[in-house]
């Protein structure tokens, strides 16, 4: 039996499914929870679900869900404490229970599609491939092996995605991507691909960005910076991806303290740096960090400072200090900041 056919086997089981996206979900993410819940609809199942934890906050998102026909409602833990015997649990660009998500790590789940770096994935229907570039490519095949109707909304979520994943085919993007690009490319709403392509920005971005801009030291070919204190938790990966083109650059890390958390962002087109690793290595005895090996991201609880100071300007120092000694040294570079 071909894996389509295992999920629409096991789909088919369901009365009610629930597709969790993970933390503060991405257009991959969220593209490929609506393609999973049409493939639902398609296979039976009578009531379906997208639901996050954390926040939509990057403009792109909101801008994606505000363009294409999806409603993602906040998850809450009873949702899977209490789920019935018919019920299905997925997890979509995402793989294990308590990371980058808020489901208890001893749940059970029955769905896992992903393209992230993991391992010990546990549920009844798995299909993880790191080679691909985005989550939503091993979606559309299903969408297309399953003949799933197809309709301008999911089309151009998918192909978005896609895009948005891998830098417009520039990053991680193999023939699956390309394929996948030239099946959805008939049905997509070329406008509608245009205005998500262009969101607008806001002032607490550009303020992060620019804090980041002149924040920034550089050591050898690794820049670190940081933000300080956002309310846009996604001005970080915006401001890394605007940092890491400056010439001489082939590393590129930010952090900054969102809410109750120091959350950090990292990009490396360097074949020689693995920043999931770097990111996961220097951070995994206080909080969590990880992802592929040109694009990172982790999150440390503030609470772990706490103890520091009560001054708000001279915790920010502290942090900064500790979260640049502690690449410095996952890295192997001094201390002494060229820039």
């Known amino acids: 039996m071909s894996q389509s056919q295992q999920l629409n086997e096991l789909l088919g089981e ?3 499914i629930d597709i969790l996206c993970h933390n503060n979900p991405d257009p991959d993410c969220l593209a490929s929870a609506l393609a999973l819940n049409q493939i639902a609809v398609a296979a039976g199942v009578d009531e379906q679900r997208i639901l996050y934890s954390g926040d939509i906050s990057h403009q792109q998102n909101r801008a994606f869900i505000n363009l294409v026909n999806i409603d993602p409602q906040p998850f809450e833990s009873a949702t899977v404490k209490n789920r019935q ?19 208890p790590s001893d749940t059970d789940i029955d769905i896992v599609i992903d393209h992230h770096p993991a391992e010990d994935i546990d549920a009844r229907f798995v299909d993880h491939r790191e080679e691909v570039g985005a989550t939503a490519t091993i979606l559309t095949e299903y969408v297309r092996t399953l003949d799933v109707e197809l309709d301008t909304d999911l089309a151009t979520a998918l192909l978005f995605a896609i895009r948005s994943d891998t830098l417009d085919f520039l990053r991680g993007a193999t023939t699956d991507e390309y394929d996948a690009a030239g099946y959805l490319h008939t049905h997509v709403d070329q406008e509608m691909l245009r205005q998500l392509s262009t969101p607008a920005i806001s002032g607490e971005t550009l303020d992060a960005i620019s804090t980041a801009i002149d924040n920034r030291s550089i050591n050898s070919a690794v820049l670190v910076s940081h933000v300080g204190r956002t309310t846009e938790r996604d001005a970080l990966p915006q401001a890394v991806d605007y940092l890491v083109r400056k010439e001489g650059v082939q590393t590129a890390i930010v952090s900054g303290v969102v809410d109750d958390s120091i959350h950090l962002s990292a990009r490396s087109p360097d074949p020689r740096v693995n920043v999931g690793t770097i990111l996961n290595e220097a951070f995994k005895d206080v909080g969590s960090g990880g992802g592929h090996h040109d694009v990172a991201g982790g999150e440390i609880p503030l609470g772990i400072f706490a103890d ?14 500790v979260i640049t000694a502690r690449l410095f040294a996952e890295l192997n570079l001094s201390e002494e900041a060229e820039e």
Do not use: K, R
Not at 85 to 103: C, K, M, R
């Open 14 to 16: 369901g009365n009610e």
């Open 85 to 103: 015997a018919d019920s299905l649990l997925a997890f979509v660009d995402h793989s294990i229970p308590g990371e980058n998500n808020a489901v």
């Open 308 to 321: 520091y100071t009560s001054d708000d300007a001279q915790l920010l120092s502290i942090i900064e200090q």
